[in-house]
């Protein structure tokens, strides 16, 4: 395969993940203002806390999908059906094992975590409904993420895309159906949990009659599983430090101010979330190139990728931020009709930590790929631990909410750096040439564009019209330091002549 039909790949891919993440965002934003209205805040806090608490055993599922993206994606580089057949094989028995063992886990422990939250009394028995759906949610979804790996595996974005598509409309008609229901807690969870197993349901149908990897057959193949569990354990220390730490924050909020402030940390979540897949849009496109360049061993193709995600995605998430952290209170307000309490400052500091954590994606794409992960984890993990304990000593003396997010992007920024040391002896890449290719021309756009953004965003006025001229010149100043900043004058020609073949293409 060449490297212009992968690069073509790769831009069709991140064009379906990006109409996919227009239509999604959209949606999602609006059925958030509609949740939340019909819910009111303490409600939409209790959903969070809860819902969060649920899914947080599901940290294995991420590890899974990791394992099995990885291997699935090495044996198509291989170009071995067989391979690809064995690995799904074993994946299967995994899930299924680590499946029971995680739900059992979570039916335990979850209800006595319960019991120490701060829930409102008349939420109580709700709040034990939404846990049981969302731990039933969670079982379908762990089997299902085999089948999203085949999909992401096989490159078949637009049909990720159209299942995700369908599953963000059935959300908001639940939306919907809660403002004439009573009971809308319960409701919500329930209505959530069956529109979860209908998606996930077509995805494993459609998996199993389009993918011929799909079709289970239970053999223990011992070295698979063996290498497999080892791969998946290390991932799954990752995934369960991560669950630790976002649910550690959850609580620790919960505690310390009550449900309102989690309500803000649901809404700040909501709209970093919705952008930062515009990047991580673009990375999905990225990673299975990346793991089948390494299985080829085809290093130049595999390097080139590495330093160049960072970068891009860093870029593509500031274009979309920049104008959003100028006027955020007026979108908040614009958006919602009841604006929880410090979720703009919340919203300030999750767009700085996703920024941050942007470079660390293709870092993990690598040590992936190399294999290498038991050092890289237990590094980063370490670490990110650290930012728990100091955020209780903070909290405890008296600080706001809003400390628990810098500690964040403080600890993240440390780990960025740590990382990209470590990883630099399994990949041979130089460490100052990569500083000066892929950060600093984005902190050299971000000192050019804030002052210049910020001059212009004090000079309009603060209404509708106005964040639509706002918003429009911000990224059109972005983008202007994006094409002159960021990329180099060999990425400008290239893409110049990506953009005329294909625009001579579409003319034929």
């Known amino acids: 395969m060449t490297q212009t039909s992968d690069n073509t790949r790769i831009a069709k891919n991140t064009i379906f993940l990006y109409i996919r993440m227009l239509l999604v965002m959209f949606v999602t934003f609006f059925t958030s203002r509609v949740v939340l209205e019909a819910l009111g805040v303490d409600g939409y806090g209790v959903y969070s806390l809860v819902g969060g608490l649920a899914f947080s055993f599901g940290f294995f599922s991420s590890s899974l999908s990791n394992a099995t993206q990885r291997y699935l994606s090495f044996a198509h580089g291989k170009d071995n059906i067989n391979e690809v057949k064995i690995v799904f094989n074993a994946t299967a028995i995994l899930y299924l094992l680590i499946g029971g063992v995680t739900l059992t886990a979570g039916c335990i422990i979850g209800p006595l ?93 459609f998996c199993i009659t389009r993918y011929q990897e799909c079709r289970i057959r239970l053999h223990w193949d011992k070295n698979e599983i063996k290498e497999l569990t080892g791969f998946i354990g290390w991932n799954g220390v990752g995934t369960a430090v991560f669950a630790i730490n976002e649910q550690g924050i959850n609580i620790l909020l919960n505690i310390f101010f009550g449900p309102v402030v989690n309500a803000a940390r649901g809404i700040a979540n909501q709209v970093s979330g919705s952008i930062n897949h515009f990047s991580s849009n673009f990375l999905l496109a990225i990673s299975p190139q990346m793991m089948k360049s390494y299985a080829k061993q085809d290093m130049t193709k595999f390097l080139g990728l590495f330093n160049n995600s960072g970068k891009y995605s860093f870029a593509l998430l500031w274009l979309l931020f920049l104008p959003i952290l100028l006027r955020r209170n007026y979108i908040l307000h614009l958006w919602l009709t009841d604006v929880p309490d410090y979720s703009a400052q919340f919203l300030l500091w999750i767009i700085i930590y996703t920024l941050v954590n942007i470079y660390q994606n293709p870092q993990w794409f690598a040590i992936q790929a190399v294999g290498k992960i038991r050092k890289f984890v237990i590094t980063s993990n370490i670490l990110t631990l650290t930012g728990l304990p100091i955020s209780w000593v903070c909290l405890k003396n008296g600080y706001s909410p809003i400390v628990v997010f810098q500690v964040m992007v403080l600890v993240r920024i440390l780990i960025v750096s740590v990382t990209l040391n470590m990883i630099s002896h399994y990949i041979p890449i130089s460490i100052p040439q990569y500083i000066k290719k892929s950060i600093l021309p984005n902190i050299f756009m971000v000192a050019v564009s804030v002052p210049i953004a910020y001059y212009i965003n004090i000079s309009i006025n603060q209404s509708f019209i106005g964040l639509i001229i706002n918003s429009s010149l911000c990224m059109l100043i972005n983008t202007v330091c994006i094409w002159y900043i960021v990329l180099s004058s060999n990425e400008r020609g290239k893409l110049i002549t990506y953009i005329r073949n294909w625009t001579y293409k579409i003319s034929k």
């Open 113 to 205: 975590l319960i019991s120490k939250l701060k829930i409102p009394e008349d939420m109580i028995n709700a709040s034990y409904w939404i846990y049981y759906c969302c731990i039933i949610s969670l079982s379908v979804t762990l089997t299902a993420t085999m089948f999203d790996s085949v999909l992401i595996a096989r490159e078949n974005m637009k049909t990720y895309a159209y299942i995700s598509i369908f599953e963000v409309i059935g959300k908001l008609a639940i939306a919907y159906l809660i403002f004439i229901m009573s009971h809308k807690l319960i409701v919500f969870a329930i209505a959530t949990m069956v529109l979860t197993l209908i998606v996930k349901g077509f995805l494993i149908f």
